[in-house]
């Protein structure tokens, strides 16, 4: 695959340049299992500033990613049992408070989680000190990446 066209896919799993550009300058990877370990590694070792920029393309949790994107379609995916109506209102004022308290989404690994898992998740992170915080962001987001990586490489055969 030619390298701006792996690093569009390579964005749709997680929305930092350094980290798709540094996985595309990679290649070539001996199988599957190198590449998913120098993604993991990459998505470990991204400063705050990348973090911050990837959350950016992530819509509030329960909110429904807009568009054909390969990037909205995984997230309408992740999200589908925190976009139910019973505790969408909470969602909503849960995203609000946390934004005002450390400035960007709330960003948690989602698929498979209920919505009241996600919910408490939010509630109890809002005790965390930024630096806390900053370090769980990082991990969700690394998370979200691989997952969406896994699924490219099985869209991609």
């Not at 309408?76 to 505790?87: M, N, S």
Request: with cysteine; hydrophobic share 45%; charged share 30%.
């Amino acid at each position: 695959m030619p390298a701006d066209r792996l690093e569009r896919e390579l964005l749709a799993c997680c929305a930092s340049p350094a980290w798709a550009g540094g996985i595309a300058a990679g290649r070539p990877y001996a199988g599957r299992a190198e590449l998913l370990a120098a993604a993991d590694a990459a998505a470990r070792r991204l400063p705050w500033p990348e973090v911050s920029r990837a959350l950016a393309a992530h819509p509030r949790i329960g909110e429904r990613a807009e568009g054909a994107s390969r990037a909205a379609e995984w997230s309408r995916r992740e999200q589908a049992t925190a976009a139910g109506d019973p505790a969408r209102a909470e969602l909503v004022e849960a995203n609000k408070v946390y934004e005002d308290r450390f400035g960007h989404v709330f960003l948690i690994f989602a698929s498979g989680r209920s919505q009241a898992e996600i919910l408490a998740a939010a509630r109890e992170r809002l005790g965390n000190d930024e630096e806390t915080e900053r370090a769980i962001v990082a991990d969700q987001l690394r998370r979200i990446a691989m997952l969406r990586l896994e699924r490219l490489l099985d869209a991609l055969g």
